[in-house]
């Protein structure tokens, strides 16, 4: 299982884009716009004049609020539709490329060296393999620059390995998870046209490739999901106790 994984190449999302394009509209889906882009935001922390990649940009979201804040955006996805549309809904706020972060395009929009910060928003567990991703994004970097990243808490969601219970003895609700140590390359959901593919790795296999990327990890963040309509008292004690979402920063060593 272990070798395959490796051997996997992520996929681009052209055969989704049109629905991941409506769900998560011109400014982020509510998930994008009150948990992922603030969380991640936090972690890049992106000042005036500053160079930033974000790679598996997607249609380009995260352009607006990186701009805002007076940071020059530049987005890389492998999927040709998703950068038309960021470059329909965003050229103004940002330059998007078709490329590969696992194997980065040589263009003088990415020059090595050349980014104060880089970012992978939702979009690391869709890339494979994580080692070529994080040394593409390291060399992106200059020395002292940070990476951010946004995915779901590996711990806590494993892609179709765990899920919500409920303990009727206990009256409680818990965390099920089948698997965590084994690597998953795992068929998503279709949508429509088409799937997509998710990886899932140990939170160890992530220290590790920063580390071998020369990339410091200088902050952790788990983050609970967003409460629901209706929850119970028990699903409000379990959201609060089973972060679903990670936050890491990482500091290029110089
Ligand atoms: C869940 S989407 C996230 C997109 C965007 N960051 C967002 O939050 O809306 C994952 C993205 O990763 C992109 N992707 C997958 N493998 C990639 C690779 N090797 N290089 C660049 N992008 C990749 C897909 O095309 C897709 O747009």
């Known amino acids: ?82 950068i038309a549309e960021a470059r329909r809904n965003h050229g103004r706020v940002g330059r998007f490329h078709v490329g590969d972060a696992t194997n980065l395009p040589r263009h003088a929009d990415l020059p090595a060296g050349g980014f104060d910060g880089a970012s992978f928003l939702l979009s690391i567990q869709d890339i494979n393999p994580l080692g070529d991703a994080m040394d593409n994004a390291a060399r992106l970097l200059k020395p002292g620059g940070r990476l951010a990243m946004v995915m779901l808490h590996p711990c806590f969601r494993v892609p179709r390995q765990s899920g919500w219970g409920w303990d009727e003895g206990r009256g409680l609700k818990f965390r099920r998870l089948d698997s965590y140590l084994t690597p998953l390359a795992v068929p998503m959901q279709s949508h429509a046209s088409g799937t997509t593919r998710s990886y899932h790795r140990p939170l160890g296999a992530y220290a590790e490739a920063l580390a071998r990327a020369g990339l410091a990890l200088t902050d952790i963040r788990e983050v609970s999901d967003l409460p629901g309509q209706g929850d119970s008292k028990a699903d409000r004690r379990a959201a609060g106790e089973f972060p679903l979402f990670l936050g890491l920063r990482a500091v290029k060593l110089g």
């Not at 996929?11 to 889906?29: E, K, L």
């Not at 998930?31 to 974000?54: K, N, Q, S």
Request: with cysteine.
């Open 1 to 82: 299982m272990k070798k395959n994984l490796n051997r996997a190449r992520s996929q681009s999302w052209d055969a989704v884009a049109h629905w991941y394009a409506g769900w998560t509209g011109t400014n982020g889906s509510r998930y994008h716009r009150t948990l992922a882009v603030p969380l991640l935001l936090e972690l890049l922390d992106p000042r005036a004049g500053e160079h930033i990649a974000d790679l598996g940009c997607g249609p380009g979201i995260l352009a607006p609020p990186v701009a805002a804040r007076g940071a020059r955006f530049i987005g890389v996805d492998l999927s040709p539709k998703l």
